[in-house]
């Protein structure tokens, strides 16, 4: 007997596009639940009309498409089987029906596994949803070792067993379905893609995507990290300066070794100390990440200084040039360890597979 499918539809300020699309869904075999995430009353009528091809669950003001996806989340594990198979639409009318039925089809015979509907993003496609998808595919790689093609697509399916975790995830916005990508990976949960065309209405304006902000909810763990690194070097070099002050007597060059080294040391144990406790917020054991950390620390600084050195004097590039590049190397190179060995949280077993009523 094939399980329930249920089609879950986030919508703020749903464009026209909304009622068609719930026309059809249901049409199509599914149950409905629209989540009316705070709009305001010109689109009442939107709504009421919604209501008449299934369950229309409302915020009382916007709280974002996270939350708006856990509000549904929890009314479907508590009024639906656990069983059911539930697809994740956006209301603005660039998702097929058919392609929902297709991997709600790859979901059901995969209970285990999140499927995404995984868009082409070619010449049509907007510069805005090409360029974000891109950058987050290569954020997304390097944190996890993990090809996924379209991370930024709205269309998934899974059963609803997987609903527990989910509701876990944190995020409140755009963010969210990032998160879900990433807890995926680190819990062992296979991400299968199958590919689907997108219908972009008029450039994709009726995204509420708000490029700035939102990119940053996206990207928030790699600004913290940024944002750290920063710090770490504000404090390394005040305290470099402070100790030449403080070492004036001694010789030229035990002044520059010994207030470097001093400095270097201060910095990396407030930089330990904000990636540990703010940006990883691990709870890997202090002595072992610790020793970790200074052996990543101690890699690095012999690295940097071969590889610039590469740059610059065997393949004359220019200083300040090899510089940032070999900087910014590092950079990514640091973060990838920090959190995939260091500050990890678990062991990833999991690999990707690629198959082309109100709430106040």
């Not at 009726?206 to 763990?221: A, G, I, L, P, Q």
């Not at 054991?285 to 590889?307: K, W």
Request: with cysteine; glycine share 6%; charged share 20%.
């Amino acid at each position: 007997m094939q399980p329930l499918w249920i089609a879950l539809i986030p919508a703020y300020q749903p464009a026209e596009q909304l009622i068609p699309l719930l026309k059809e869904a249901k049409n199509g075999g599914f149950q409905i639940v629209v989540v009316d995430d705070g709009s305001d009353e010109n689109f009442k009528k939107v709504f009421q009309s919604a209501a008449q091809y299934g369950t229309v669950l409302r915020h009382a003001q916007n709280k974002g498409k996270g939350r708006a996806i856990k509000t549904g989340l929890s009314f479907i594990q508590n009024y639906y089987p656990a069983e059911c198979i539930i697809v994740t639409m956006d209301a603005d009318g660039q998702h097929c029906v058919e392609d929902a039925k297709r991997i709600c089809r790859i979901a059901q015979d995969n209970p285990d596994a999140l499927v995404l509907g995984s868009r082409k993003l070619k010449e049509n496609v907007p510069f805005r949803s090409r360029f974000g998808n891109t950058v987050t595919r290569f954020v997304y790689f390097i944190s996890t070792r993990q090809k996924v093609w379209d991370t930024q697509t709205g269309l998934r399916a899974f059963c609803a067993k997987l609903i527990p975790q989910f509701l876990t995830i944190s995020g409140e916005r755009y963010e969210y379905e990032m998160n879900v990508l990433l807890t995926c990976s680190r819990a062992g949960i296979p991400i299968l893609e199958e590919e689907i065309d997108t219908i972009y209405i008029d450039g994709n304006a009726s995204s509420h995507f708000d490029t700035v902000r939102d990119s940053c909810r996206v990207y928030k763990e790699i600004l913290k990290f940024s944002a750290a690194s920063l710090i770490s070097f504000l404090v390394d070099y005040g305290l470099y300066s402070l100790l030449t002050l403080w070492t004036f007597g001694l010789g030229s060059i035990q002044r520059l070794v010994l207030s470097n080294i001093g400095a270097r040391i201060m910095s990396a144990c407030v930089n330990y100390t904000i990636n540990r406790k703010l940006v990883f917020q691990s709870k890997a054991h202090v002595v072992r990440s610790a020793v970790q950390y200074a052996v990543l620390a101690g890699m690095i600084l012999a690295g940097n200084t071969f590889v610039l050195g590469l740059l610059a004097d065997c393949l004359g590039i220019n200083r300040y040039a090899a510089k940032l590049a070999t900087e910014l190397f590092f950079f990514l190179i640091s973060w990838l360890v920090q959190r995939r060995v260091i500050f990890r949280e678990g062991k990833n077993a999991g690999k990707s597979q690629k198959n082309f009523k109100e709430e106040g």
